[in-house]
């Protein structure tokens, strides 16, 4: 019995990669052709001799690696795991010798690639040819590999799941541990690990270690309360995503708000070229603080009462203006932000050169002369500072009739991406700032993922919070109206 129940789970399992498949190919794709560009940014072609690129690749060395350089070694790794993991999901089949040999093939095409991207640097100067990225990526091939076939079919059926959730509890709760899965992430990052009580030290040496709260900040006072504001705005999004699901108390969500910013600041302290501090968990604890504010406000608000219901008349236009002035608000605070401290130069010859320059420099050749981590935090930068503008007109189309929506919400990213340009153009008159032509399409991306998730929020037809005597009453209305009733519904009832 326990057997076929066993059968049964894995059939349902592998039932779910096929509907994902198109999915898993088109990130396969589009992921494999930002590792070889990535691989070869900044794209300076210098020919020479296939004899003497030939001798050179055979004669590459092997690097020994310090801790400076643990961070390229994991980066490699990274690179390829995606990659791996994405092209074994998009061949996936059903058959246990098939799985195998497509299995084989990741592996063998893994290789080739690095090794061709190695041999391809040779010409695209001053990249750094080395047997190490070879190893680290042919390391990467295989933990992708591993990865799907140990966590494919579960992550298949979790995304399934998600497309078809229906009750904005669960896709707030969702959405919660999401964020705060890509929060650890990026909060690891670059991973140049170490459990060395030596380094540690170092570390504590360097001043990456500070147990004395706001004893870092900068010492220009604008500065400092920029700092404070974006690491407690950071800790918000789930603070306010657990309230609004309604699965936990106020209390309890701003507890683990406040345990997720410890528990990140202690693996840092693993991480040698992170900071750990403690002001981040007293900046987490005001960011939470806020988060279940709003989401307290939020939920309260889809529960009218009868004095809310005599005063809606009056109050209909200000609530469908109110989104839109808040995004306007937002673009004037983008535009402070990304033009700070607004040193800008006006004098035609430098924004001429600055212009050609932005013009003629391939995307992403601005991260290239940086870090890892300096580069990962400019590209969530981009992308996280626009999502709220994107939620924001994704509010405001909520409020409007069914006839407008679809002509506003083209207008709402119109609008996103004439933010997202101006504030670039403004960029090149300030000499420290080192704009990107991709930073245009980043922060149109963040603007458009804020979009969606508030469309796909607001238009849930469950209220999150609702207490059981509610949802009766809604779900009795439903069955009487002739509606269908969405599953599970009548069990809860």
Sequence with gaps: MGGDRVL????RRSKDVPSVRPTLLVLALLYLVFVIYGSLVPLHFHPQPWTQAVTRFRAIPYLN????????WVANILLFIPLAFFWLGALWSRGFLSRSLFTLAVLVAGLALSVGIEFTQIFFPPRTVSLNDIIAECIGTVIGVVGWWVLGGKLSRW?????????????AERLAWAYVAAVFIYGVLPLDLTISAVEIFHKWREGKLNLIPFATLPSEPSLAIYALTMDALMWAPPAFFWQISGKRS???AWAMTIGGAALLEVLQLFVYSRVTDVTEVITAALGGAVGVLLGA?????????????RTAATSDIFKTLLPLALALLWMFGLAVLFWYPFHFRTDGAFLRERLHSFLTRVPFEAY???????????????????????????????????????????LSLALIACTAVAI????LALPEKNPDSMDIILQWLGGAVGFVSGRLILSRKLLAGKSPKAHSSNLGRLIRSGQRVPQGSRGKA
């Design 8 to 11: 049964q789970e894995q059939d």
């Design 65 to 72: 690696l310090g801790i400076g350089s643990r961070a390229d």
């Design 159 to 171: 995304y399934v799941d998600w497309r078809s959730i229906k009750e904005p509890a669960t896709f």
């Design 250 to 252: 106020s209390l309890r």
């Design 297 to 309: 406000k939020y939920v309260s608000g889809l529960r009218p009462s009868k004095e809310m219901k």
């Design 368 to 410: 290239y002369y940086g870090t890892e981590y300096r580069a990962a935090t400019e590209v969530l930068h981009k992308v996280l500072f626009f999502i709220p503008l994107g939620a924001m007109l994704a509010w405001f189309v909520s409020q409007l009739r069914w006839t407008w929506r679809g002509l506003v919400t083209f």
């Design 424 to 427: 670039e153009l403004g960029r």
